[in-house]
């Protein structure tokens, strides 16, 4: 079992910046990579970014690549989502989730662990 949780979420105005976290806890050591998604009301949820947890190899939907930053912190077992320039179609609930599969394939059914989610809103 991976347990996720994640935090950061709020209000900002559009242009303006957010920087969202998970930590994981658990069976980490399994995890191949930690991605975002997320889900806007009446929506599917919609894959945001990945990270390679050994390499740190990135890759973003084109919705949000050059707005939004993935890193991870290994020795605190997190992984941040800082996005930038923010629109007000960004506002969802953010979750992110640990893909157990080496296999990089963006459906929400690839990742096995999901975290609670965090609110962002978007205000124009």
């Known amino acids: 079992q991976v347990q996720l949780v994640e935090s950061g979420g709020g209000v900002v105005q559009a242009g303006g910046s957010l920087r969202l976290s998970c930590a994981a806890s658990g069976r980490t050591f399994s995890t191949y990579a930690m991605g975002w998604f997320r889900q806007a009301p009446g929506k599917e949820r919609e894959f945001v970014g990945d990270?390679?947890?050994?390499?740190?190899?990135?890759y973003y939907a084109d919705s949000v690549k050059g707005r939004c930053t993935i890193s991870r912190d290994n020795a605190k077992n997190t992984v941040l989502l800082q996005m930038n320039s923010l629109k007000p179609e960004d506002t969802a609930v953010y979750y992110c989730a640990a893909r157990q599969t080496p296999v990089i394939i963006t459906h929400p059914n690839n990742y096995r662990y999901w975290g609670q989610g965090t609110q962002v809103t978007v205000s124009s």
């Open positions: 990270i390679n947890w050994s390499s740190g190899i990135t």
